[in-house]
């Protein structure tokens, strides 16, 4: 894969492992850190629950705000319908496949996938496809009661590559690499599919590596990629200070993000006002989670123009030279690659 050009505008299209990871902002920080000329923009699109479909009204949405030229796209692992994998009790495993719908499933990714690459390149975007992560089976296996999750994974990485092939993409085959560590060390959460902190600085590494701007990994022996696998571990260096401040503002649009789609569009064709009225009413039994990303949509939707101003604002300010990058390639020349 080639490295972002200067000046480039990207957008991260994905799902929750992208909204709620912190690996696009390393990539970004890298980039800052490398050149600090560089003059890119990086924002990140995901969306927590999303898939093909809530990526192209996502980018509707807001997308377009950012005016990209390149785009980078990492979905698959909720198109591919997790509870269709699911073992029911009572029932063997060949009582319960449900392959009419997984396939099904499949082919919806196939063609959703190409209607959103051909979206983005019909408006002039640089697209790259990254094929999805992975289900982590290797991890705890004897509480394994999701069969072939993985399995279907490895096929859309396939496809994934094939339509990268036939639309001129860029494409990375994230999947078997990340599949191939996590039998070494898991960096995944006990779901399965969202990565550990580590987990985030290792997607970071592995995708600036096929970019060129890392060196890449050798994994040709298990001692060689242990050793890969503590480098990550151990390379939590913070974020820029101006990345930062990006970081969390773009955080926290996309929590109301997640919430519009995670919630409220549960209230149908409604107003807005109907919306924040069945989000207040939903917030009154939630917990935990939903009940932070309830609170979320409640103070942050009447203020939603205003906080992607903020983040245009803020990520703005990250393209533009300053001394505290400098001062950092200074105090810490190995960022330099």
Known sequence: MKCFPKGARVVFIGDSLTSGGTWVSHVYDQYLRNDPHCGIRM??????????????????????FYRPTHAVILLGINDVGRHLYRLQDGKEAFEDLRLEERLQRLSDY?????????????????VTILSPSVFNESQDPTHLREIGIDAACEYMAEQNRRLAMRKGCEYMNLHAVMRYLLTMRNVARPDRVHLEPDGQILLAKLFLAEQGMLPAPDLSTPASAMAFLDGAKEECNPL????????????????VGDASYLIARHAGNASDAEKMAY?????????????????????????????????????????????????????NPENMH
């Open 43 to 64: 924002y990140n699109c995901g969306i927590s629950g999303g898939c093909t479909t809530s990526a192209i009204d996502s980018l509707e949405e807001n997308g377009w």
């Open 110 to 126: 196939s063609h959703g996938m190409d209607a959103l690459v051909s979206m983005l390149q019909g408006r002039g975007v640089h």
């Open 279 to 331: 989000v207040k009413k939903f917030r009154e039994t939630a917990q935990d989670f939903w009940a932070d990303l309830a609170a979320r949509y409640i103070a942050g939707y009447p203020r939603k123009q205003e906080m992607l101003q903020d983040v245009i604002r803020l990520t703005d300010a990250c393209a533009i030279p300053d001394s505290e990058i400098q001062e950092s390639l200074q105090e």
């Open 240 to 255: 820029l200070r101006k990345n930062q401040a990006r970081h969390a503002a773009a955080y926290a649009l996309r929590r």
